[in-house]
């Protein structure tokens, strides 16, 4: 079975800093892309960031140059390193995993982040 399993999640003041982790499960990781939605109140769920198997990344213009998106094949996990948080960051953050080939993709189970002083 596929699993994909968020951590790192939680309460940050503006400014600060969060790193999520994602272990990965029941899935040829190195193959997959991976990387990050989040779902904020009242929005669509949208990208974070990505990384692609061979290691080209997609960001969301709203977090290009704060947000880093990496991944270790060897460990089956990816990591989202929250840098210079806002307020407009609280979502839910899920993790993303994709094949080649699938048309659906796999979400993990998300992880509230909130930014709020």
């Known amino acids: 079975q596929v699993q994909l399993v968020e951590s790192g999640g939680g309460l940050v003041q503006p400014g600060g800093s969060l790193r999520l982790s994602c272990a990965a499960s029941g899935i040829a990781f190195s193959i997959f892309a991976m990387g990050w939605y989040r779902q904020a109140p009242g929005k669509q769920r949208e990208l974070v960031a990505v990384?692609?198997?061979?290691?080209?990344?997609t960001y969301a213009d709203s977090v290009k140059g704060r947000f880093t998106v990496s991944r270790d094949n060897a460990n089956r996990a990816v990591y989202l390193q929250m840098n210079s948080l806002k307020p407009e960051d609280t979502a839910v953050y899920y993790c993303?995993?994709?094949?080649?080939?699938?048309?659906?993709?796999?979400w993990g189970q998300g992880t509230q982040v909130t930014v709020s002083s």
């Open positions: 990384m692609a198997s061979g290691g080209s990344t």
């Open positions: 993303y995993a994709n094949s080649p080939i699938r048309i659906t993709p796999y």
